[in-house]
């Protein structure tokens, strides 16, 4: 079975400073995984995806990923946070049945304090 | 463009009513997909449709939950004799392929309140 964990509940960073959000996934085959974000309100919004190539991904907002396949992870990264990126955080992989379904994590609140 | 539109955006019902969502599709979008959001949990997959078909409906429960994606008009998803447990965030997602490389475009979400 496929599955994704985010071990943490919330990350709390400093303006300014480098965030990381933590991803560690459970496939069969090739991975294909995703990182969406969701303001308070809203729907969850596309950040970046990685399905073959370099390991790190760049994606909107100035957020990037790496993929590790030894360590079967996929964090998320910005070199400075800004307050404005405070917000929930969820990794996902593709279900391998083709179908565009995605499986997500729990979720990683972000709050950067100014 | 209009992205995806789901109304409406809160609903309130109260035990044994029926709660309809709806969710229209962004411009081009043939493949629609419901999740559902508890409070403190990640997004869980319930169904997945094209026009007419529903393609996979693992994660829908096996009684009083229904979807449709009709030729025409939005698709619905049918909750029927609601209880307290139905409530949570009712999210949509389109796209216009299917495939594991696609990205799925989420609309704001339903958030059912069962009395």
């Known amino acids: 079975a496929q599955s994704v964990a985010q071990p943490e509940d919330q990350v709390n960073v400093a303006e300014g400073n480098p965030l990381t959000v933590k991803c560690t996934y459970s496939?069969?085959?090739?991975?294909?995984l995703f990182w969406y974000v969701q303001y308070p309100n809203r729907g969850l919004q596309f950040l970046l995806k990685y399905i073959t190539g370099d390991n790190l991904v760049k994606g909107s907002y100035g957020f990037e990923a790496e993929f590790n396949k030894s360590q079967t992870s996929f964090h998320l990264k910005k070199p400075s946070a800004l307050v404005s990126d405070s917000a929930l955080y969820f990794c996902a992989v593709m279900s391998s049945s083709n179908t565009g379904k995605l499986i997500f994590g729990q979720g990683t609140t972000l709050q950067v304090k100014p | 463009n209009a992205g995806v539109m789901q109304n409406p955006r809160h609903l309130v019902r109260r035990r044994g009513q029926e709660a309809r969502l709806r969710c229209s599709p962004m411009k081009g979008h043939s493949h629609v997909y419901w999740y559902r959001q508890l409070p403190e949990e990640g997004l869980k997959f319930m169904v997945y449709?094209?026009?007419?078909?529903?393609?996979?409906e693992s994660g829908m429960p096996k009684e009083r939950f229904s979807a449709e994606f009709p030729k025409e008009g939005p698709s619905i998803l049918r909750i029927q004799q609601v209880v307290r447990g139905d409530s949570a965030a009712y999210f949509c997602a389109s796209s216009p392929t299917t495939g594991r490389n696609e990205k799925l475009f989420f609309g704001s979400g339903t958030q059912l309140s069962v009395l």
């Open positions: 449709l094209q026009k007419e078909n529903i393609i996979d």
């Open positions: 496939v069969s085959g090739n991975p294909y």
